[in-house]
T-cell receptor, first 113, second 112 residues
Framework: DTAVSQTPKYLVTQMGNDKSIKCEQN?????MYWYKQDSKKFLKIMFS???????INETVPNRFSPKSPDKAHLNLHINSLELGDSAVYFC????????????FGNGTRLTVT | TQLLEQSPQFLSIQEGENLTVYCNSS?????LQWYRQEPGEGPVLLVT???GGEVKKLKRLTFQFGDARKDSSLHITAAQPGDTGLYLC????????????WGLGTSLAVNP
């Protein structure tokens, strides 16, 4: 019954590896997001998709590539992981593109060693 | 660049005390959302205010949006340990309704 679910919850990997995080929402929302929360708890938007169309693409390294196979799913693939990528990544959804309000998943804690 | 400043950054109080958290900016927002985030979980929406001067109450929590829609406050009466968490405010960009500006958060600890 979880509204926004993301997997895995924890991800520990070495520098240079490639990893993916998956997200699914069962709220029937049109818009999905990836946010990054750093060690100081600041939330920064990375990407947003509305009905499978990329609508927000903030200044994020090309190593990060989102993919939305349908409006209920948004995945994040990260190539050549770096130490600085360590953070908590949150998936979120909203009824429409106004981010009003946001429903968040429980996060994926990525640790790059 | 729009900024949302939250104060205080950290707050540790005893159960039963009252507290106020502030969210301030020099920019006008179309709306202001408050979220609470508990450890290991994602932020959960508490309230959205959209009208200048608006006051909303959620049990012991009172939210106010400034008249000029540049600031907001969250007041908690008789805080309980269950109120512990990170409180985040997020303002809707008045010029771009797709953009949300986030504050840095207030980390609240209510001790029994």
């Amino acid at each position: 019954d979880t509204a926004v679910s993301q997997t895995p919850k924890y991800l520990v990997t070495q520098m240079g590896n490639d990893k993916s995080i998956k997200c699914e929402q069962n709220l029937g929302h049109d818009t999905m997001y990836w946010y990054k929360q750093d060690s100081k708890k600041f939330l920064k938007i990375m990407f947003s998709y509305n009905n499978k169309e990329l609508i927000i693409n903030e200044t994020v390294p090309n190593r990060f590539s989102p993919k939305s196979p349908d409006k209920a799913h948004l995945n994040l693939h990260i190539n050549s992981l770096e130490l600085g990528d360590s953070a908590v990544y949150f998936c979120a959804s909203s009824q429409d593109r106004r981010q009003f309000p946001l429903h968040f998943g429980n996060g994926t804690r990525l640790t790059v060693t | 660049t729009q900024l949302l400043e939250q104060s205080p950054q950290f707050l540790s109080i005893q159960e039963g005390e009252n507290l106020t958290v502030y969210c301030n900016s020099s920019s006008v927002f179309s709306s202001l959302q408050w979220y609470r985030q508990e450890p290991g979980e994602g932020p959960v929406l508490l309230v959205t205010v959209v009208t200048g001067g608006e006051v909303k109450k959620l049990k012991r929590l009172t939210f106010q949006f400034g008249d000029a829609r540049k600031d907001s406050s969250l007041h908690i009466t008789a805080a309980q340990p269950g109120d512990t968490g990170l409180y985040l405010c997020a303002g809707g960009d008045a010029g771009n309704n797709r953009k949300l500006i986030w504050g840095l958060g207030t980390s609240l600890a209510v001790n029994p």
